[in-house]
């Protein structure tokens, strides 16, 4: 478990039912410790009374986590295990307001575990020995737990084993779900969040980074959130220097690509705080080392850092959108739910790198807000790698299909990015943004960028280990309604943008009014 546990519940004998909940909003009050504790309260006793809701079985418990605040709502989640076995897919989240009311509910399972044998067939060893193969090379396997598996259609006795190595030739860290009896691999889950880029000056140089004096020193680290900092992947050490000078202007220089890297960072908090009052990448006001010099076209997340490798022509891919994409992963791993699944990863993180390109707002020779991924330099010398506006211009799908969740990841992210883009800018837009086809042909009205995030953000607190498409279109319909309760123009734009990339309607979700 990855956050600190408050609370265990003991869950009964129930029935499986869904229990719909819906209420009326009052104005949003600032966050407390206050409502925190009273959120936490009130969803221990929701789950408590109402066991139904979240597909209690008599074997279970609930162990609540720390709570999130965001916009006066309380999001308050929780995991569960069966016979003291950690439940794969059986968190999730209860949302209240301010007064301790509970709004919303979001459930990874959707069945009742009931009766099952925890005595596996295989040893640890055999399933080992069967995770393994997930890799083409591998380096170490932590010890496998026993567990339950509970997102497929029947929950699973499995094996979680953590295997680290290489596959397709790249960093791998996967937990591969075996399971205990068959032996058949359920889920491999990817940590390691690969992402391409390129690197591109920030300005009007000079530019400006917060460091960090030590004596008669100064570190590329930010002195307001310690853990983020700028470091040369040759023995992590992070950049130093007497002057607090930094860089040369050219990007194949190590340090001049940690000056880009922490600027991106400190950048990208600057819109976590001030738009989403979040405390920095992990909500606690911690975040993780950025190291240059990966020897690879690439850069990635996964769990304790971010790489950055180089281009073609050997400079550091530290730009603006690449490094909020990659510290976008860190976001979504540090959410309820974890890193998203389905095909939906991907377009988390260009989600995060293109707001904060639009939020730093830098003019067209720099870094502009473009909503293309990795624009500056050609890595491969063939243009932006992904395309928000319009993904199918780079070979990626415009619209959704049953085929897009177990496609390549990158290519998946398609859907979801162009989903973003028409919801920040619509399909016609004013502001200079290019125009985007809709997969309907249907006419998007954006809200703005700002407006966007706030939702994207919210609906991202509702995440489970469920996520997937047609889990995010129920999730930022919620989100929208709970934002502005009464008012359903952003709820409608929301419905209007997955409309058009044909995200289908889900049943049970949300309507406005």
Known sequence: ??????????????????????STAAAAPPPTAGAQALAARSAAAFVSSTPAAVFASADEQFV?????????????????TYQ????????????????????????????????????????????TDIARGQLTTVASTDRPVLSVYTLGDTPRLVWDVRVTGTADKRYSIQSVYVDARSGAVLESLEHVMNGT??????GPNPITVSTTQSGSTFLLRDPAHTTVQAQNASGNATFSGPDDVWGNGNATARETGGLDALFAAETEERMLSQWLGRNS???????????????????????????IGHNQQNQWISSLDVVAHELGHGIDDNTPGGISRRGTQEFVADVFGATTEG?????????????????????????????????SALGDPNCFSNS????????????GNHWYYLLVNGSSPTNGQPASPTCNGSTVTGVGLQTAIRIFYNAMLMKTTASGYPRYRVWTLQAAKNLTPGNCANFNAVLAAWNAVSVPAQSGEPTCP
């Open 1 to 22: 478990m990855k956050r600190s546990s408050r609370l265990a519940i003991a869950a009964g004998t129930v029935c499986a039912a869904v229990v719909a909940l819906t």
């Open 281 to 307: 990448f992990n909500g606690n006001g911690g975040g993780w080392p950025i190291r240059i010099g990966l020897n690879d076209l690439n850069a990635f997340y996964d769990g304790s850092q971010v790489q």
């Open 404 to 415: 897009v969740p177990n496609s390549e990841v990158h290519a998946a992210a398609g859907p």
């Open 197 to 202: 880029g390129t690197s591109a000056y920030n």
């Open 359 to 391: 939020f730093a707002n830098e003019s067209s020779q720099f870094d502009p807000p473009d909503f293309l991924v990795g624009e500056e330099i050609n890595l491969v010398g063939s243009g932006p790698i992904r395309n928000m506006f319009n993904p």
């Open 64 to 80: 609540q986590l720390s709570v999130v605040s965001s916009e006066g709502l309380q999001y308050v989640p929780f995991e569960r």
């Open 84 to 127: 003291g076995l950690p439940v794969i897919g059986g968190d999730f989240v209860v949302v209240t307001d301010s007064k301790g009311t509970v709004r919303d509910l979001s459930v990874a399972q959707q069945q009742m575990t009931g009766k099952l044998d925890t005595t596996p067939k295989l040893t640890a060893g055999q399933a």
